[in-house]
Nanobody, 124 residues
Framework: QVQLVESGGGLVQAGGSLRLSCAGSGRPFSIRRMAWFRQTPGKEREFVALITWSPSATRLADAVKGRFTISRDAAKNTLYLQMNSLKPDDTAVYYC?????????????????WGQGTQVTVSS
């Protein structure tokens, strides 16, 4: 019983930055792993980044390593994705996801809760 809502998407020029947020409600305390995925028309949803706690860890897809940072604010039940040095290839609908079980899996089938998505468009 977790609801996730993304925000922060928009239009930005190549080289710019955006920060996406994902607010949780219901039973956010039941989640031990969260992730960001992205999807473009005609393609499968692609892993971007994940974060776990107890123990804590982060993982990034090779395509965004060095440019994106995933973090969370436990007190606010909010997940973030800081995106710097954006490229046109980053254009996609970005989704946040949560899993009740701890792990480092990148397969979308491992995640139990999903937001509705937020559009990110990078020009040039």
């Amino acid at each position: 019983q977790v609801q996730l809502v993304e925000s922060g998407g928009g239009l930005v020029q190549a080289g710019g930055s955006l920060r996406l947020s994902c607010a949780g409600s219901g039973r956010p305390f039941s989640i031990r792993r969260m992730a960001w995925f992205r999807q473009t028309p005609g393609k499968e949803r692609e892993f971007v980044a994940l974060i776990t706690w107890s123990p804590s860890a982060t993982r990034l897809a090779d395509a965004v390593k060095g440019r994106f940072t995933i973090s969370r604010d436990a007190a606010k039940n909010t997940l973030y994705l800081q995106m710097n040095s954006l490229k046109p290839d980053d254009t996609a609908v970005y989704y946040c996801a949560g899993a009740a079980k701890y792990g480092l899996g990148r397969d979308r089938t491992e995640y139990d809760y999903w937001g509705q998505g937020t559009q990110v468009t990078v020009s040039s």
